[in-house]
């Protein structure tokens, strides 16, 4: 199980960051990423980091400003946002992948609630 939390309301060239607690299973064990979703359009991936967090890929949208990390003894992964820009509103979702280091949403079994991010100009 994913929750994730920290979404709100801020102002360009704002910061935000995002935890996303685990529960249920070994969270040392997966692969977790960051996907966004805004209105009408479809998911899209964020980043994604290894289960020991020594590896990291980002959207090129996100590259510089976003960081993805994690703390395995909190079962917590994060995202930290910095710059922040109106079209990077939208709705964030975690998720875990046990089987490998993936770009597409179909790929993730286990998904969190999503917390919405907005960006005001």
């Known amino acids: 199980q994913l929750q994730a939390s920290g979404g709100g309301l801020v102002q360009t060239g704002g910061s935000l960051r995002l935890p996303c607690a685990f529960s249920?299973?070994?969270?040392?064990?997966?692969?977790m990423a960051w996907f966004r979703q805004a209105p009408g359009s479809e998911r899209e991936f964020v980043a994604v980091l290894s289960w020991s967090g020594g590896s990291t890929y980002y959207a090129d949208s996100v590259k510089g400003r976003f960081t993805i990390s994690r703390d395995n003894a909190k079962n917590t992964v994060y995202l930290q946002m910095n710059s922040l820009k109106p079209e990077d509103t939208a709705v964030y979702y975690c998720a875990a992948s046990g089987e490998g280091y993936y770009l597409k949403a179909r790929n993730y079994a286990h998904w969190g609630q999503g917390t919405q991010v907005t960006v005001s100009s």
């Open positions: 249920g299973g070994t969270f040392s064990s997966y692969f």
